[in-house]
């Protein structure tokens, strides 16, 4: 197979080109347009093959769509380029929007008119695979909500039918897109297959998301800041795990279907900041503890307090299950943080510093 790849040079999609070249005998086109979060870096590893092949290029530009899409004649589309970050969609939310909704439209248009071109085989095989966030579906309820409710037994998961309730304009923004993708299959026949995830970690994953933040920060002795209580709770998958499953649905999943990915990993983010701390309390020993660095800021507006998914379909219908713990996930994460050094400093340029990048829209709530 030849697979197209949109942000290819992002966390989860170099992850997902990492795997297909060094783990099948595919090829990709790995098309981005290289926002500050994409770093091709991240594929130095894999980008002497002679299977893969660089295009930078944006989803919003049909014309160079309708070229790369003529050149390369991709037998699949793994579409991962979004916007992706809630703080930076609360105080940007229009490129958000543009990205994530605009861009998704200008490509199932392109890769539609493209399919319409294929002979009968290649056509029937043809896969466009929207990867997509658990965040779509709102939050679950709280362990102290649980408490509280006499009548709820047990905490719920998120499923397939589980009905779409974005909070953030960044979850809002991919709940249409997937939304124009199942738009597209039903209206057009065109063999659309969706996936939701958790939230994703390990090694190559910016700076500014939870996991890798707290890990760059404490080696620095700078705060390790936390929303609120800290009590939000997030189902953590390992990247690489995530990368595997992705293949999976785009070479053997059904067309029409919704395949929800989580790595069976519900902790508060308070639990992980923590066990992030006594692994480099283990590995890297100073006179005080990480955890010291620890603070709290005040909460993101509209904070969901609870994911979790329900992933039983991947494992009944695909065959797949997470390789990694949450506990040796991290470990690997963390160690290779510390042995990666030179990437980070070369992923973080001057526009970004680590900041709390929803801190201005927090301050205009409050009239400030």
């Known amino acids: 197979m030849k697979i197209l790849v949109t942000g290819g040079a992002g966390f989860i999609g170099s992850a997902v080109i990492r795997h297909i070249i060094n783990d099948t005998n595919n090829s990709v086109i790995n098309l981005d347009k290289l926002t500050y979060a994409g770093n091709l870096e991240s594929l130095n590893s894999v980008s002497v093959s002679e299977r893969y092949t660089f295009e930078q290029v944006d989803i919003c530009n049909r014309t160079e769509l309708n070229r790369v899409l003529k050149t390369h004649q991709p037998d699949a589309i793994m579409h991962l380029a979004a916007e992706s970050h809630v703080d930076r969609s609360i105080t940007g939310p229009a490129e958000f929007i543009q990205t994530n909704i605009v861009g998704t439209y200008n490509l199932?248009?392109?890769?539609?008119?493209?399919?319409?071109?294929?002979?009968?085989?290649?056509?029937?095989a043809f896969r466009f695979h929207h990867i997509s966030t658990d965040e779509v579906y709102g939050d679950l309820?709280?362990?102290?909500?649980?408490?509280?409710?006499?009548?709820?037994?047990?905490?719920?998961?998120f499923t397939e039918q589980t009905a779409y309730a974005p909070s953030s304009p960044y979850s809002a923004s991919k709940a249409s897109s997937d939304h124009l993708v199942r738009a597209w299959l039903r209206t057009y026949g065109f063999p659309t297959i969706v996936t939701n995830c958790s939230n994703n970690y390990g090694p190559y994953h910016f700076p500014e998301k939870l996991i890798p933040l707290v890990i760059l920060n404490a080696l620095e002795g700078k705060d390790l800041p936390i929303y609120g209580k800290g009590d939000q709770i997030r189902d953590w998958l390992y990247v690489e795990d995530h990368a595997r499953a992705l293949y999976k649905v785009v070479t053997e999943g059904l067309v029409g279907e919704t395949y929800n990915i989580g790595g069976h990993?519900?902790?508060?983010?308070?639990?992980?900041?923590?066990?992030?701390?006594?692994?480099?309390?283990?590995?890297?020993?100073?006179?005080?503890?990480?955890?010291?660095?620890?603070t709290f800021v005040t909460d993101?507006?509209?904070?969901?307090?609870?994911?979790?998914?329900?992933?039983?379909?991947?494992?009944?219908?695909l065959g797949w299950t997470p390789e990694e713990t949450f506990e040796t996930g991290l470990r690997k994460t963390v160690q290779w943080y510390l042995d990666n050094q030179q990437w980070c400093k070369n992923v973080q340029d001057g526009s970004y510093k680590r900041e709390r990048l929803g801190e201005l829209n927090t301050q205009a709530n409050k009239g400030e």
Do not use: F
């Open 265 to 294: 990993n519900e902790k508060q983010n308070i639990e992980v900041v923590q066990t992030i701390c006594s692994i480099l309390d283990e590995l890297v020993p100073k006179a005080s503890k990480y955890s010291e660095q620890i």
């Open 141 to 157: 309820p709280h362990p102290d909500e649980l408490e509280r409710n006499t009548l709820c037994k047990e905490l719920p998961l």
């Open 300 to 317: 993101r507006p509209g904070h969901d307090r609870r994911y979790a998914i329900d992933s039983s379909k991947m494992q009944k219908e």
């Open 108 to 124: 199932l248009e392109a890769a539609r008119e493209y399919w319409n071109t294929l002979d009968t085989a290649p056509k029937q």
